[in-house]
């Protein structure tokens, strides 16, 4: 009796709605979850690949060249000579690849 009152009021979900739900997850997961996790493959693949020598930017805006590897840190010379050393997970990967991508000349 009181799914036959449900049903009557509307209550029940519809399978149209649970299609919507479902392609609503669907969207969501293509556009915001995938490229997320994309990206920090991306950045992780990056910093594992950096060596003594390359230069990186920080994201604390800090440009340098990397003068040691350490398990977890890099020693990082910056233009004055000094020498900070800072976490591998501080390395900005679309800053320091755009500052070592070579310009086109015109």
């Given at each position: 009796?009181?799914?036959?009152?449900?049903?009557?009021?509307?209550?029940?979900?519809?399978?149209?709605?649970?299609?919507?739900?479902?392609?609503?997850?669907?969207?969501?997961?293509?556009?915001?979850?995938?490229?997320?996790?994309?990206?920090?493959?991306?950045?992780?693949?990056?910093?594992?690949?950096?060596?003594?020598?390359?230069?990186?930017?920080?994201?604390?805006?800090?440009h340098?060249?990397?003068?040691?590897?350490?398990?977890?840190?890099?020693?990082?010379?910056?233009?004055?000579?000094?020498?900070?050393?800072?976490?591998?997970?501080?390395?900005?990967?679309d800053?320091?690849k755009?500052?070592?991508?070579?310009?086109?000349?015109?």
């Amino acid at each position: 009796m009181i799914a036959t009152v449900l049903l009557q009021a509307g209550g029940g979900l519809g399978y149209q709605q649970l299609i919507m739900f479902g392609l609503i997850a669907v969207v969501f997961y293509f556009f915001m979850i995938r490229p997320q996790m994309k990206k920090q493959k991306d950045q992780k693949k990056y910093v594992d690949e950096l060596k003594k020598g390359d230069k990186v930017v920080t994201t604390a805006g800090i440009h340098g060249k990397i003068y040691e590897v350490a398990d977890t840190t890099f020693l990082i010379e910056t233009e004055g000579g000094g020498r900070i050393r800072f976490d591998k997970s501080a390395v900005s990967l679309d800053a320091s690849k755009a500052l070592n991508t070579p310009v086109a000349s015109k």
